[in-house]
């Protein structure tokens, strides 16, 4: 569904990404893990078109995304749950949700279409339903983490990209948050996930990258990145029992 | 027909290339990072990982060669520490000193997975009782059958320490093992002691062989399978990529399909290392790019096959590559004309009678080559028959590999050595 061939971008004379090359099958949930400044985010922007790719191939569905600008990336089906929410504070729950369907009024949708997906959003998040009158603002953090999810989710992307969604959530929380994504899966979704929680994300992905400054490392089958000693040590803290999750 | 792995052995070539540039290029930079002969390697021929876009870049990057292991011996080219390593194997070092191979448990785990899928397309399932033949060692061999037959869920008899052909025949027989993995002369082996003994191969329950660890023939198969009534089944693996796996045929016996999803191959010409255009001859050189212990880059193996990545009627997208027909170093000249041993043993086995025992002697001077092979036949001939026979052999030879030999042939037993066993001399006297 996604192919990236070499992919290099930046910002002015940093050079972020290096010639990286990974894939998201259809269905897959497919995780990205890296520290800090690895280039997780800059590669989900550089897919995204919010950051400008200097070098190398992003395929979706065989057509290339380079030169698009961000909205006509989303419009082809490609959505991305930015790190820190970015909600529109101000604006109730239903609104901050019909804004994200902004891509579909552009392909034609009626009103009737944004209400079905509405209520397919509610459906997978009850969450929003419950607080649908309330504004974003005043969601807790967890909410705030659905309602990204969701305003994400009425593009009715066929690739979501979701960049560190567990971010300063309680533990309880990020558990809700992953079951959502798992949820994802079981409906058919493709899944490009940046996470910090190393563990918890390959708990869920089916594959994975390991990124190190800006080149890819490792790649492997979720199982084969959970048992290689290197990701181990660095990312799962393995030799450091009982850290809490 | 059983596929272990359907979604990796019948992926589409063009993303199956996407795959191996996926895991090629991290390996680049892991073995850059943490492998001083690499890191070494590529400053010396300025070689930036990232520069490798596709898997045709990779032959930018010089060979790793045998010698280069051993001078690494033992643990100089593992990419990870020590205690990372669940395994350590060896070479058998028959031609030198050995070359020392780790394995990480994920090393170990897509080892038993690939050789599962040699043994599920000879159609090896969790009803069958597998024994291994092979001597469980240093040597991979062993341990490579062993662990893929466990994760097909089948019986496994670690029978190589039988210690006589007998043995080992009774082991087959009371357990009622159904596969068969060892060399194919010691395959051959068995079917001579079992008539010896007097055990028909129908009393028996074999049904199918993976042989391999040796280059042998068309012929040779021919004759396996018709005294063990067995399928034999090619299969191809050596130590330093990793043991058995790297390769194995399915039912339809035409190439071995190379596992290429963890391995990159490429045939080359010896003498100059460029590529060979498929289906011709050359020196098989294997890049693993899921190893995580112990990866190599472009590995020049000596051994002469030609890839063929044309559809297999089977279904699977990997590409084959032919019977390994020998090895760089056994390669014969002569009459202007390339061939091996196993070549001649080829034509040799389509006599009636004829056994894998020969001596290839070259003489002459250069460009003007007699080419003389010394054969035993199984019984005893009569002049007459002995004289047709070595007349049809020659035209045969003639007639397939093109070449112009005296055939003699031998009585039973004039190889000296005990009977069953293979004998393969290459004399060369020629003045060059």
């Known amino acids: 569904m996604l192919t990236v061939k070499n992919l290099e971008s930046g910002y002015g004379d940093l050079r972020v990404l290096k010639g990286l090359s990974l894939h998201v099958s259809p269905g897959e949930i497919v995780t990205l893990i890296g520290a800090n400044g690895a280039g997780k985010t800059t590669l989900l922007h550089t897919i995204c078109g919010l950051v400008a790719a200097r070098a190398g191939e992003i395929l979706f569905e065989k057509a290339s995304l380079k030169a698009l600008r961000p909205e006509a990336i989303v419009r082809r089906g490609c959505a991305l749950v930015p790190e820190g929410r970015q909600l529109f504070a101000p604006m109730s729950v239903r609104d901050n949700l019909v804004l994200g369907a902004c891509a579909q009024f552009k392909r034609g949708a009626t009103w009737h279409d944004v209400e079905c997906d509405l209520d397919y959003v509610y459906l997978m998040l009850p969450k929003l339903k419950e607080r649908q009158g309330q504004l974003a603002g005043t969601l807790s953090g967890g909410e705030q983490q659905m309602l990204a999810l969701g305003r994400a989710l009425m593009s009715r992307p066929r690739l979501l990209m979701m960049d560190e969604p567990s971010t300063g959530l309680a533990p309880l929380v990020v558990k809700d948050i992953l079951r959502a994504i798992a949820g994802l899966r079981e409906s058919g979704s493709t899944v490009l996930l940046v996470e910090q929680n190393a563990r918890a994300a390959l708990g869920l992905a089916d594959r994975g990258y390991v990124l190190e400054t800006g080149q890819i490392v490792l790649e492997g089958t979720a199982s084969d990145l959970l048992h290689n000693r290197d990701v181990q040590r660095a990312y799962l803290g393995r030799e450091y029992h009982s850290i809490a999750e | ?432």
């Open chain 2, 1 to 432: 027909m059983a596929i272990y792995d359907e979604k990796h052995e019948k992926m589409a070539r063009p993303e199956l290339r996407q795959l191996q540039v996926e895991r090629l290029q991290p390996m680049l930079n892991r073995v850059c990072r943490n492998v001083a002969f690499y890191r070494r390697m590529f400053e010396e021929h300025r070689i930036e990982p990232e520069r490798i876009k596709d898997v045709e870049a990779l032959r930018q990057i010089p060979f790793t060669s045998k010698e280069d292991l051993r001078r690494s011996y033992p643990y100089d080219m593992f990419a990870v520490p020590l205690r990372d390593v669940v395994r350590i194997q060896c070479t058998s070092g028959t031609t030198g000193k050995p070359i020392g191979i780790g394995y990480t448990a994920n090393d170990l785990r897509h080892w038993s997975e690939l050789v599962a899928r040699n043994l599920a397309a000879a159609e090896v399932t969790h009803h069958d009782c597998v024994q291994v033949a092979f001597q469980y060692s240093l040597f991979t061999g062993a341990f490579g059958f062993h662990q893929g037959a466990e994760r097909l869920l089948a019986s496994v008899i670690p029978s190589s320490n039988a210690g006589t052909l007998r043995r080992q025949i009774e082991i087959m027989r009371d357990f009622k093992s159904t596969v068969l993995c060892c060399t194919p002369s010691y395959a051959l082996r068995l079917g001579y002691a079992m008539e010896e003994l007097g055990v028909h191969p129908e009393l028996l329950h074999l049904r199918c062989g993976l042989l391999g660890a040796e280059p042998w023939s068309e012929t040779l198969r021919a004759q396996i399978e018709a005294r063990l009534k067995m399928a034999a089944y090619d299969t191809y693996g050596l130590s330093e990529i990793m043991g058995p796996g790297v390769a194995g045929e399915c039912q339809h016996h035409q190439g071995l399909h190379v596992n290429e999803d963890h391995l990159i191959v490429e045939v080359v010409d010896p003498a100059t290392g460029a590529p060979m255009p498929p289906g011709q001859k050359g020196e098989l050189v294997f890049t693993t790019i899921t190893k995580e212990a112990f990866p190599l880059v472009r590995y020049r193996t000596g051994d002469v096959a030609s890839l063929d990545e044309s559809p297999c009627p089977c279904g699977r997208t990997f590409a084959r590559i032919s019977r390994v027909s020998g090895r760089t170093d056994d390669m014969i000249f002569a009459q202007g004309l390339k061939f091996f041993p196993s070549e001649i043993e080829d034509v040799l086995l389509r006599g009636k009678g004829v056994t894998p025992r020969f001596g290839i002697e070259l003489r002459g001077t250069h460009g003007d080559d007699e080419v003389e092979i010394r054969a035993e036949v199984a019984q005893s001939l009569t002049a007459t028959e002995m004289k047709a026979l070595s007349e049809r052999t020659a035209a045969d030879l003639e007639g397939t590999i093109g070449l112009k030999a005296k055939v003699v042939f031998m009585l039973p037993g004039a190889f000296g050595q005990p009977e069953g066993k293979k004998v393969v001399n290459v004399v060369d006297q020629r003045c060059h």
